[in-house]
């Protein structure tokens, strides 16, 4: 499944805040490192803020802050701000569409669509969290060696 860059813009901030909902993070801070435009990430925090999953911290030191509750909050929530995921339209039509290939055709992407709606659907943000410590742990566990290595010159 390929996403917009705005869906893994909102994906990638929601993420970072939500990780620590009492930590305040400027767009500027979570565009560096990501690797995103800041004008990009700007529009997608403010629709983000008018869904009431990130809320804009004013003043000296502002910035952004979850205000959503990860524990309820899906992958699905977030991806239907930014995209269409929805089953084919009924109304829609596709050459060869008619035919028994083109029917069995629709049926298996009707079943692709429906599972990838129900899994993104159980998958809350702190589940996410979680995943994502698993993987840092992972990443830093193979970082380790390469780096004792270069310690002794090797």
């Not at 050459?95 to 049926?107: F, K, N, S, W």
Request: proline fraction near 3%; hydrophobic fraction near 40%.
């Amino acid at each position: 499944m390929k996403l917009q860059k705005a869906t893994r813009c909102a994906l990638y901030a929601v993420l970072e805040l939500a990780a620590d909902p009492q930590r305040q993070m400027s767009a500027s801070e979570i565009a560096d490192k990501y690797g995103i435009s800041l004008n990009h990430l700007a529009k997608v925090l403010r629709s983000l803020g008018r869904e009431g999953l990130v809320e804009a911290v004013r003043g000296a030191g502002g910035g952004y802050r979850f205000s959503g509750n990860p524990k309820r909050t899906t992958l699905l929530d977030v991806i239907r701000l930014f995209e269409t995921i929805d089953s084919i339209s009924a109304g829609e039509h596709e050459p060869g569409e008619t035919t028994p290939e083109g029917m069995a055709l629709r049926q298996v992407l009707e079943e692709i669509e429906d599972t990838a709606r129900a899994t993104l659907s159980s998958i809350t943000l702190d589940t996410m969290i979680k995943l994502i410590q698993r993987q840092r742990t992972r990443w830093v566990g193979r970082q380790a060696p390469d780096l004792a290595l270069r310690t002794v010159g090797l």
